[in-house]
């Protein structure tokens, strides 16, 4: 049954991507903290699909084929902020930390420890270019689930349990966005395998099915031709340099900064808006759908409402069909407190109409489905002029 939603046409925010703290040892656990989170802003110049004047809900009468949804452009950014966590040293709480995080985001602990250890090495090498694990990890999180596609796992050497060759990747549109010849748990190209390889191991050859030479041979890609990762645009270039497709860029973007926000933070993410949040991520690139409640419901995509109700299911919640019941029934938070990770991000008047809503992912970021003839993206939950209502917390 269609939802009541009414499309907010006003939306187009500014995502913000992940970008690192700082260059040594003992400073480095800053960029592997996760302050990422709050370090660099994009902006994403157009929407997931083309602007365009969206009708009245009541007039759609049937799905919009996913065809007339264009995939998602690329982000561009803007200057970033910096904010971290940090161990007491770089020693065995260092270890620690990596293998807490790891647990929290169900990241192998051999991978996890892989991009940790490139960017140590990468801050010791080029402190300049400021990368952090979260660029790295949410590069293998979307091209091989850190090694484990196809049923894989990561040896504790670093090694695939089977060698990784070229995950097909299609988009919503059924377009090939995989790059030709890529391989590894890093999925990285001919190309850039064979410019920018290298060892994690002293005096060993550089083993492309070795997540740990993957890792160090990307972040050597990433810190290219002198780019700093804490300017927005240069992290987009550097993550583009390895794949360039808008679909892949903005699914990095968004798990990185969801990396980031739990890296950032002592205690563990409430389970239940991690796989809510995991689910929304998923999804980007859907075409908005009025009424649709995913392809798990042989629906084309989602609107707003359908997104967080299918998200939140996914997490074993029930929630409201429409964003004014969502925000009438689950615990408001304080209007002057910060939303937190899998939050529910509500527009309108409570007092006539919530006719929006999206699933907060951090770093004052969110995950929508905005209006007719966009896709499900990632952008800022605030901007100028918005009707935002607040925010509502599922797990409460």
């Known amino acids: 049954m269609p939802s009541d939603e009414t ?9 913000q991507p992940p970008a690192p703290g700082g260059s040594r040892k003992r400073r480095l656990i800053i960029a592997l ?15 997931l699909t083309p602007d365009a004047e969206a009708p009245a809900p009541a007039a759609a009468t049937a799905p919009i084929p996913s065809s007339t949804t264009a995939p998602p452009s690329a982000p561009v950014a803007v200057t970033p902020k910096t904010q971290a966590k940090e161990p007491a040293d770089s020693g065995p709480r260092f270890q ?22 490139a960017t140590v090495a990468l801050a ?21 689930d850190h090694g484990r596609v196809d049923g894989g796992s990561v040896a504790k050497d670093g090694t695939m349990s089977a060698p990784i060759g ?5 988009d919503f549109s059924d377009a090939t966005i995989s790059n030709p010849g890529a391989a590894g748990p890093l999925q990285l190209s001919p190309s850039v ?3 920018w390889k290298h060892s994690a191991t002293k005096g060993a050859e550089p083993n492309l099915q070795d997540i740990d030479d993957a890792a160090l041979t990307a972040g050597h890609a990433l810190c290219a031709d002198g780019r700093d990762l804490e300017d927005g645009d240069s992290w987009l270039a550097a993550v583009s340099s390895l794949q360039d497709a808008p679909l892949f860029l903005h699914r990095v973007l968004a798990t990185a900064n969801v990396y980031g926000t739990v890296g950032q933070n002592p205690a563990p993410p409430n389970p ?8 929304s991520i998923e999804k980007i690139g859907l075409p908005y759908i009025w009424g649709g409640n995913g392809k798990e419901q042989g629906d084309l995509g989602f609107d707003c409402s359908g997104l967080t109700t299918a998200a939140y299911a996914s997490a ?9 019941w969502q925000y009438g029934s689950v615990p408001l938070i304080p209007a002057e407190a910060e939303p937190q990770l899998g939050d529910l991000i509500f527009y309108g008047d409570p007092n006539t109409k919530i006719h929006h809503v999206g699933i907060y992912i951090g770093n004052q970021q969110m995950v929508d489905a905005p209006t007719f003839g966009q896709a499900v993206q990632v952008h800022s939950y605030r901007k100028p002029g918005d009707d935002y209502a607040g925010a509502g917390r599922p797990t409460a």
Do not use: N
């Open 33 to 47: 903290g996760a302050v990422v989170l709050v370090l660099a802003a994009f902006v994403v110049t157009q929407r």
């Open 272 to 279: 239940a808006a991690l796989k809510a949040v995991s689910f």
């Open 124 to 144: 010791e090498e080029q402190p300049e270019c400021h990368l952090s694990w979260v660029t790295l990890a949410g590069i293998g999180k979307i091209t091989t």
């Open 193 to 195: 395998w064979q410019r």
């Open 96 to 117: 620690e930390w990596v293998d807490e995080v790891a647990e929290w985001l169900d990241i192998p602990q051999q991978a996890m420890h892989a991009y940790a250890g």
């Open 166 to 170: 070229t995950v097909a990747v299609q």
């Open 7 to 15: 499309p907010d046409t006003g939306d187009g925010g500014q995502p």
């Open 316 to 324: 074993g919640i029930e929630l409201l069909r429409t964003a004014h």
